[in-house]
């Protein structure tokens, strides 16, 4: 029974051969057939003026000869294991080993949903069954019988009207907005079998060409009754009947199918002729009645008339939903979800098919749809084009970028990639979210993307109260916590001397003095003595490094250009400086120096912060720098040396030769706070945003007061020439001052933008929008376990890890394995 059904269904398909030359499919009744994927357009950011200018590339896409059968098939099922590799997979070897980690657990993370069915492709296929004229002549017709079939088969009769159909198939790619892509053989049958065998991944040898594409598609028993399929998938199939409203746009009514689906649209032409008798024989039955009804329905005679004057023609439209389930209960169950969709969205009711379920279904799949077919079941409904481009399936969300280095889900329940080194050019990024909407979680999980490059970017977070702690011990980078009474690791006396250093130590000393003796007036011989001062302590640090004693005796060492000064070394060289020659004037000068930086040596209030410890040597080797000003940001005096500090940090390490090339970014979590705290970063990224895409510098800031971007100018700054903006979720308030104030957000952005939601713990969605306006999404950011301890950012996430790191000595990779096993059992009750 099993094989006669399979036999059943293989001899029903009407594939014959693929025409490789001209990417068109030969059927068996001897015609042809082209099969196209429709790049669907992504819904969310659209206006409805932008559906309203695609509505029009819709009706020409059904503007085709009467002797031509079209159809819709969207295809939405669950993602397999093999597709979620393919797209998961990278094509480099990237240099950190911690990002990989991290990714391959997101991916594993994907494979979960798509094992328990939460995760859905959907691909959508336009497919055009072309019949030649009957009454067309043929040279073949006159030959005698007993060489007409052999004949036709040498030439093949599928080739004669290949130049016809392609003709037709040329003027539609032409016009249609759509991205159509024409498929073959192989992906026809992972269609066919993807729709009929869903949990069936078998890998099968490829099409052979002197076989009928038919034959070569099932190899297995399909189990199915008259409503569907029936072994280990059940299947319903819902006839929709005649929309009540239509709307431009209507079709995205389908993105509401939360589950394994397939949308049919099968569309044919009637002829003139038909169409004509038709409303003749109605208008002339209801013209001649008495009763209401009928005199509205002339009156709809006479309004199909004029929309047919104006070539809005008449076509038969056949839809239908076909459900699957893993149980009859729950086909069943879906299936009268179907029928209150068709009543919300579509405004039509609809019949859930027990008899003829399974010869629909198998009418919906591409090529296979016969308008004779439509004879025996009567469900085909006549609409004018317009009306049937407004249903047309070809909605669907953003496919993801190319190169991706990040996987996000989408609100339709599939996934995409995402680079966040997308825009042609700028990188710099803008992060606007209120408060615990899942920033700091979407600004780590694009770090970690970054980190996949071939060749590993530099990371540095200026932050106060950084929950950047684990991911520098990941990243086996280097974590400088500033407090009054302790020498921070990043010291601007340290580092390789060049003219650039010179300039920087100068510059700071003279802010020093203006912040700590506001009066007084620093002038060019103060700049002058200053910057001859730290020569002269480099040069005296240089001779004193350049010779040792080996074995007794004193030889000479190669000069290193790295050196560590401190400003007793300054101040002595300062004080000497008015007894060399070309200086004896500076005496006076060289007296307010000293008594004005007095508190920056010796045993000033400042010098013990400001002195470098001799045994705490910079290499500035490392590729993840994390400063935490949060202990000095009440003292101005400090918080300018150690931020100066910080970005000559930055510099030194762009210096390195291994890091030639590498591209740099500077994340400040809190950029507003930043920026107001201290003018020295105020001017740097201002600087910085402006100038740096040649350095390949790019700036990463976040804020959760929309006013920012008006009231402070390092936010006012970065808005200007920013490449990728991200919106997570806001208060109507803040959405409403942003968008007033930016003018970057048009009607369909602040919808999108005031629909975000977070499912805390789990996921925080994201709206995306590009400054060039070319790129919007929404997304939805679900980080792993792993990822979620990485950067803990609540008191009592980031007191367990603390806690974890200083149990397993500071080894940052096993305390967070240690937490997600702790937070298993204690699901499953252990704790």
Not at 357 to 378: A, V
Not at 563 to 592: C, Q, R, W
Not at 718 to 730: D, E, F, N, S, W
């Amino acid at each position: 029974m099993k094989k006669d059904v399979c036999k059943n269904i293989v001899d029903f398909f009407p594939y014959l051969e693929f025409l490789e030359g001209s990417k068109v499919f030969a059927l068996k009744d001897k015609s042809l057939g082209v099969i196209y994927k429709v790049s669907t357009l992504d819904h969310a950011p659209m206006l409805f003026e932008d559906i309203k200018e695609y509505q029009e590339s819709f009706e020409r896409l059904l503007d085709l000869p009467s002797n031509c059968v079209l159809q819709f098939f969207s295809l939405q099922s669950a993602v397999t294991q093999s597709e979620l590799e393919n797209t998961g997979s990278l094509s480099w070897t990237p240099e950190s080993e911690t990002s990989r980690f991290f990714y391959e657990k997101r991916t594993e993370n994907l494979k979960t949903l798509a094992q328990n069915g939460k995760l859905l492709s959907r691909d959508v296929y336009f497919s055009i069954r072309f019949s030649p004229s009957s009454d067309k002549f043929s040279v073949a017709s006159l030959l005698p019988n007993s060489l007409k079939n052999d004949f036709l088969h040498e030439i093949g009769r599928h080739y004669q009207n290949a130049e016809e159909f392609e003709k037709i198939l040329t003027r539609l790619e032409a016009t249609a907005k759509l991205n159509l892509k024409r498929i073959d053989a192989e992906k026809l049958r992972k269609i066919i079998r993807k729709s009929l065998l869903p949990f069936n991944e078998q890998s099968l040898a490829p099409v052979v060409p002197v076989i009928p594409i038919s034959e070569q598609i099932l190899f297995e028993d399909v189990n199915c009754d008259n409503q569907g399929l029936s072994d280990k998938v059940h299947t319903r199939t819902v006839s929709l009947l005649v929309p009540g409203e239509h709307c431009e746009g209507d079709g995205i009514g389908f993105l509401n199918l939360d589950f394994p689906s397939v949308v049919s649209m099968r569309i044919t032409r009637p002829s003139k002729a038909s169409v004509t008798k038709t409303l003749g024989i109605k208008e002339w039955c209801t013209k001649n009645s008495f009763s209401l009804r009928s005199k509205r329905q002339f009156e709809d005679i006479q309004e199909t008339k004029k929309k047919l004057a104006v070539d809005d023609f008449c076509l038969h439209l056949s839809w239908s939903i076909t459900v699957f389930g893993k149980t009859k209960e729950e086909a069943e169950k879906r299936a009268n979800y179907v029928l209150g969709l068709g009543v919300e969205k579509f405004k039509c009711n609809g019949i859930i098919e027990n008899d003829c379920g399974l010869d629909i279904f198998l009418n919906s799949l591409p090529l296979c749809f016969d308008s004779k077919g439509e004879w025996g079941t009567q469900r085909f409904i006549p609409l004018h084009k317009a009306e049937v481009a407004c249903f047309l399936p070809v909605f669907g969300s953003f496919s993801g970028d190319k190169d991706s280095l990040q996987l996000l889900e989408n609100r339709e329940g599939g996934f995409f990639g995402i680079s966040p080194l997308s825009s042609q050019t700028s990188q710099h990024s803008l992060f606007v979210a209120d408060t615990g909407s899942g920033k700091s979680f979407l600004m780590n999980s694009l770090i970690n993307a970054v980190k996949l490059l071939p060749k590993e970017p530099i990371v540095f977070v200026f932050d106060y109260n950084t929950s950047q702690t684990m991911n520098a011990k990941l990243y086996d980078g280097e974590i400088s916590r500033c407090h009054p009474n302790i020498t921070p690791s990043v010291n601007l006396f340290r580092g390789v001397y060049d003219e650039k250093k010179v300039s920087v130590l100068t510059n700071w000393m003279c802010e020093a003095v203006g912040l700590t003796s506001p009066s007084f007036v620093i002038e060019s011989e103060h700049r002058e003595a200053l910057s001859q001062a730290i020569r002269l302590a480099y040069a005296k640090k240089i001779e004193s490094q350049g010779t040792t004693f080996v074995e007794g005796e004193l030889i000479s060492t190669p000069l290193g250009e790295s050196v560590t000064l401190n400003m007793d070394d300054i101040s002595s060289e300062l004080s000497y400086l008015p007894a060399k020659k070309g200086f004896e004037k500076y005496e006076s000068v060289v007296e307010s120096l000293l008594t004005k930086l007095r508190s920056f040596y010796g045993d000033g209030l400042y010098a013990d912060y400001i002195r470098p410890k001799e045994d705490q040597e910079q290499l500035f080797d490392k590729k993840f720098y994390v400063v935490d000003f949060e202990g000095i940001k009440e003292d101005p005096v400090l918080l300018n040396f150690t931020v100066a500090s910080a970005f000559e940090q930055v510099r030194q390490v762009k210096m390195r030769p291994e890091n030639e090339g590498r591209q740099v970014f500077a994340v400040l979590d809190e950029i507003a706070e930043l920026g107001r705290s201290c003018s020295l970063i105020s001017d740097y990224f201002v600087s910085k945003a402006e100038t740096s895409r040649k350095d390949a510098f790019w700036i990463w800031g976040a804020t959760n007061r929309p006013t920012n971007f008006y009231e402070v100018p390092v936010c006012k700054a970065l808005l200007g020439v920013v490449g990728h903006l991200y919106i997570l979720p806001m208060s109507p308030k803040n959405i409403e001052h942003f968008a007033g104030e930016t003018k970057l957000l048009n009607a369909a952005d602040i919808e999108n933008i005031g629909s975000l939601e977070i499912k805390k713990g789990q996921w925080g969605e994201v709206y995306y929008i590009s400054i060039d306006g070319k790129k919007k999404y929404i997304g939805r950011n679900r980080p792993s376990r792993f990822e979620y301890w990485q950067t803990p950012s609540n008191a009592e996430a980031s007191q367990a890890a603390a806690k974890m790191l200083k149990k397993n000595k500071g080894n940052a990779l096993k305390a967070i394995f240690d937490l997600v096993e702790m937070e298993q059992e204690q699901v499953k009750g252990v704790f």
